[in-house]
């Protein structure tokens, strides 16, 4: 996660009512949170999938841009929601295009994840945790650690009570815990904490 | 490093390419002017511009409109033919009707003589009367539109150089709500001053600026424009539609090119046969339509020359969401009638010519 596409999203969470009723602001906001949603896509379906979807949710957003509201959180949480809807579509289309697409049957963008963890010899320690987190708490945890998004802001991006985000995250948070930090080759000294924003949202 | 940390450095990825970027935000922002109309943000007015029409169809473009006027978008013509019946969300693929008629216009094409190309020192010149679309953006309650008469008079010689001038008249509001919006944007002045422009070689060019060099082959130039190797655009029989039309509007098209294209629209899947239409001016002709996205465009052709003489661009059904003013159907969006055409010698000179020769 590069500092700049942070920032951008930062930027973003600031309501500014009425950004997308104009059709300029609307395209700067493809210009600065391009990359953001591009990253998003990228982590989950690789960069050749985010290539081929990063079009279709602009396009996506600028038709569903009358659901946008700027007091729920800003524009970042609303777009990774809009890309979120785009990547299940994909993968439903996937599934039905046959057999051979098999690991994508199920919406869950762990199974391309994981193919990177495998690439970089660290699958062993977190995919014992990570499996056996549920693919909605993995959803919530992979929002938190990956897009840096706040509860409130994985509520807007998922359609989600902030009081389920908080739950499933808690229950990631543990799972990790016991299942993971324990038996890192080196774990970390202090207490696993997934963010600050957890504890100031 | 904990689980969490190690997380997050699983999330590194590679930035994406900024020329996909750039890509998708302008064809972004051209489907969302698209959407909003066929209408264009106001913007300055830019140095000499390329003259060539596009028809706003339906979809992203690839390309933007260029054209010499600062507020607007240049929006169909139309053909007012009031005893036009559109059939709005009709698709698949071209009536027999529309296909027997477009075969039978190639044919006409194919048999008028090729003086209408101009040579080395030459222009073809272009009269036309229009109504075009154009939105000022602005918030919530003070964007509106108003359609703007114009008079055009275009040069455009065998090089690219030329001469355009245009005067305006006075704008009409396309709603109620676009003449509040209008008051509540502070009454800004609509006037726009009339303009007299001169272009040196190339000036006037835009797209293929030889029409000479295409085939006049159907299938093979039907296959360059499918593939987009003549314009930009995304794919789909719309956009086919409005590349027929950008190829025959103020242009050199040759006779056998004018018949080429009009059997490429002939297997278009969507065109329509709206059979025997009025302009804007009065005159019979022949219309052929494609609807998509709620609009319908339409071109009004000559029955025995095949000769581009009007468009027009229409509500018909129900639009995309968007910002602007949803407008009932059978709105008229804008409108185009060409009321002159011909080869000249200077810039100076026109032709009283009523018949459109293009």
Same mark, same amino acid.
């Given at each position: 996660?590069?500092t700049?596409e942070?920032?951008?999203?930062t930027?973003a969470?600031?309501?500014?009512?009425?950004?997308?009723?104009?059709?300029g602001h609307?395209?700067?906001l493809?210009?600065?949170?391009?990359? &953001?949603?591009?990253?998003?896509?990228?982590?989950r379906?690789?960069?050749?999938?985010?290539?081929?979807?990063f079009?279709?949710?602009?396009?996506?957003?600028?038709?569903?841009?009358?659901?946008?509201?700027?007091?729920?959180?800003g524009a970042?949480?609303w777009?990774?929601?809009?890309?979120?809807?785009?990547?299940?579509?994909?993968?439903?289309?996937?599934?039905?295009?046959?057999?051979?697409?098999?690991?994508?049957?199920?919406?869950?963008?762990?199974?391309?994840?994981?193919?990177? %963890?495998?690439?970089?010899?660290q699958?062993a320690?977190?995919?014992?945790?990570?499996?056996?987190?549920?693919?909605?708490?993995?959803e919530?945890?992979?929002?938190?650690a990956?897009e840096?998004?706040?509860? &409130?802001?994985?509520?807007?991006?998922?359609?989600?009570?902030?009081?389920?985000v908080?739950?499933r995250?808690?229950?990631?948070?543990?799972?990790l815990?016991?299942?993971?930090?324990?038996?890192?080759?080196?774990?970390?000294a202090? $207490?696993?904490?997934?963010?600050?924003?957890?504890?100031?949202? | 490093?904990?689980?969490l940390?190690l997380?997050?450095?699983?999330?590194?990825?590679?930035?994406?390419?900024?020329?996909?970027?750039?890509r @998708?935000?302008?064809?972004l922002?051209?489907?969302?002017h698209?959407?909003?109309?066929?209408?264009?943000?106001p &913007?300055?007015?830019?140095?000499?511009?390329?003259?060539?029409?596009?028809? $706003?169809?339906p979809?992203?473009? @690839?390309?933007?409109? &260029?054209?010499?006027?600062?507020?607007?978008?240049?929006?169909l013509? %139309?053909?007012?033919?009031g005893?036009?019946?559109?059939?709005?969300?009709?698709?698949?693929?071209?009536?027999?009707a529309?296909?027997?008629?477009?075969?039978?216009?190639a044919?006409? !094409?194919a048999?008028?003589?090729?003086?209408?190309?101009?040579?080395? =020192?030459?222009?073809?010149?272009?009269?036309?009367?229009?109504?075009?679309?154009?939105?000022?953006?602005?918030g919530?309650?003070d964007t509106y539109?108003?359609?703007?008469?114009e008079?055009?008079?275009?040069?455009?010689?065998?090089d690219?150089s030329?001469r355009?001038?245009?005067?305006? =008249?006075?704008?009409?509001?396309l709603?109620?709500a676009?003449?509040a919006?209008?008051? !509540?944007?502070?009454?800004?002045?609509? !006037?726009?001053? $009339?303009?007299?422009d001169?272009?040196?070689?190339?000036g006037?060019?835009?797209?293929?600026?030889d029409?000479?060099k295409?085939?006049?082959?159907p299938? !093979?130039?039907?296959?360059?424009l499918?593939?987009?190797?003549?314009?930009?655009?995304?794919?789909?029989?719309?956009?086919?539609?409005?590349?027929?039309?950008?190829?025959l509007?103020? @242009?050199?098209a040759?006779?056998?090119?004018?018949?080429?294209?009009?059997?490429?629209?002939a297997h278009?899947?969507?065109?329509?046969?709206?059979?025997?239409?009025?302009?804007?001016?009065?005159?019979?002709?022949?219309?052929?339509?494609y609807v998509?996205n709620?609009?319908?465009?339409?071109?009004?052709l000559n029955?025995?020359?095949?000769?581009?003489?009007?468009?027009?661009s229409?509500?018909?059904?129900?639009?995309?969401?968007?910002?602007?003013a949803?407008? $009932?159907?059978? @709105?008229?969006?804008?409108?185009?009638?060409?009321?002159?055409?011909?080869?000249?010698?200077?810039?100076?000179?026109?032709?009283?010519?009523?018949?459109?020769?293009?």
């Amino acid at each position: 996660v590069g500092t700049d596409e942070e920032n951008e999203v930062t930027a973003a969470r600031t309501p500014r009512p009425g950004d997308l009723t104009d059709a300029g602001h609307f395209v700067d906001l493809c210009r600065r949170l391009g990359p &953001a949603v591009h990253a998003y896509l990228s982590r989950r379906v690789g960069r050749q999938g985010a290539d081929d979807l990063f079009g279709e949710v602009w396009l996506r957003a600028f038709r569903a841009r009358a659901t946008y509201d700027p007091h729920q959180g800003g524009a970042g949480p609303w777009l990774y929601g809009i890309a979120r809807n785009t990547l299940r579509a994909h993968w439903r289309d996937a599934g039905r295009a046959g057999p051979a697409l098999s690991a994508v049957d199920r919406p869950d963008p762990w199974d391309d994840a994981d193919v990177r %963890l495998d690439a970089q010899s660290q699958r062993a320690i977190l995919r014992r945790g990570l499996l056996l987190l549920s693919p909605e708490d993995r959803e919530v945890l992979l929002l938190v650690a990956w897009e840096r998004l706040t509860p &409130a802001e994985i509520a807007v991006t998922l359609g989600i009570p902030q009081g389920t985000v908080r739950s499933r995250l808690h229950r990631a948070r543990q799972i990790l815990r016991h299942n993971i930090d324990s038996t890192s080759p080196a774990p970390s000294a202090r $207490p696993v904490t997934l963010s600050a924003q957890e504890a100031t949202s | 490093m904990n689980s969490l940390e190690l997380l997050q450095s699983l999330g590194e990825v590679e930035p994406v390419e900024p020329e996909l970027l750039e890509r @998708t935000c302008e064809e972004l922002s051209v489907a969302v002017h698209r959407d909003m109309a066929p209408v264009v943000m106001p &913007a300055p007015a830019p140095a000499p511009a390329p003259y060539r029409r596009r028809h $706003p169809g339906p979809g992203p473009r @690839t390309r933007p409109v &260029a054209r010499r006027l600062a507020l607007a978008a240049v929006v169909l013509a %139309l053909a007012g033919a009031g005893t036009v019946l559109l059939r709005p969300g009709s698709t698949g693929g071209p009536t027999s009707a529309a296909a027997a008629e477009l075969q039978r216009l190639a044919a006409v !094409a194919a048999a008028q003589p090729a003086a209408s190309v101009p040579g080395p =020192g030459q222009y073809l010149y272009v009269r036309s009367e229009e109504s075009n679309m154009q939105t000022t953006f602005g918030g919530p309650t003070d964007t509106y539109s108003v359609l703007v008469p114009e008079e055009r008079q275009i040069w455009i010689g065998a090089d690219g150089s030329g001469r355009l001038v245009e005067s305006f =008249g006075q704008p009409v509001f396309l709603s109620a709500a676009d003449h509040a919006g209008w008051v !509540a944007a502070g009454s800004p002045s609509l !006037a726009e001053a $009339p303009s007299d422009d001169s272009f040196g070689p190339g000036g006037l060019s835009d797209g293929p600026t030889d029409l000479s060099k295409l085939p006049t082959d159907p299938a !093979a130039l039907g296959s360059m424009l499918f593939a987009r190797k003549i314009e930009g655009g995304p794919a789909g029989a719309a956009e086919d539609f409005v590349q027929v039309g950008d190829l025959l509007r103020e @242009t050199d098209a040759s006779p056998a090119l004018r018949a080429a294209l009009y059997q490429v629209a002939a297997h278009l899947p969507g065109v329509e046969l709206l059979g025997q239409v009025t302009d804007h001016s009065g005159r019979p002709g022949i219309g052929i339509a494609y609807v998509s996205n709620g609009y319908s465009n339409e071109l009004v052709l000559n029955p025995t020359t095949s000769a581009l003489m009007g468009e027009q661009s229409s509500v018909v059904g129900a639009t995309a969401p968007s910002q602007m003013a949803t407008y $009932p159907v059978g @709105t008229v969006l804008g409108w185009t009638v060409y009321e002159a055409s011909g080869v000249v010698d200077s810039t100076a000179a026109s032709t009283a010519a009523s018949t459109p020769a293009q």
